[in-house]
């Protein structure tokens, strides 16, 4: 059965940078699209990045824009977040998803894969 395992996350200062990861277990990125999302205490979950199959496309939330980077190796099937210029803002449980990618974000649909989710705190 595939799984989605994460890597990264923690605690981490203001205006530092960090990276997720997202690798691919018992199943194959080749062609999936896969996106980020987020989810805020006391928030609704949000999607951050999305990328194509094909990495052709690529989708970010304005939050994110110009700060957060999505990529994706596929001989390795894995999927990255690469954050920069953290905010206290950006704290969240950081998921890692498979879907249908649209102009308008990822689709999630049932027989779709999610991370298990990973704690990022920025904070002094």
């Not at 102009?103 to 989710?117: A, I």
Request: contains cysteine.
């Amino acid at each position: 059965q595939g799984k989605l395992v994460q890597s990264g996350g923690g605690l981490v200062q203001p205006g530092s940078s960090r990276r997720l990861s997202c690798s691919a277990s018992g199943l194959t990125l080749d062609y999936a699209a896969v996106g980020w999302f987020r989810q805020a205490p006391g928030k609704e979950r949000e999607e951050i990045l999305s990328m194509s199959s094909s990495g052709s496309k690529t989708f970010y939330a304005d939050s994110v824009k110009g700060r957060f980077t999505i990529s994706r190796d596929n001989l390795k099937d894995i999927v990255y977040l690469q954050m920069t210029n953290l905010k206290p803002e950006d704290t969240a449980i950081y998921s890692c998803a498979t879907g249908e990618y649209t102009d308008y974000g990822l689709l999630v649909g049932h027989d779709d894969y999610w991370g298990q989710g990973t704690q990022v705190t920025v904070s002094s």
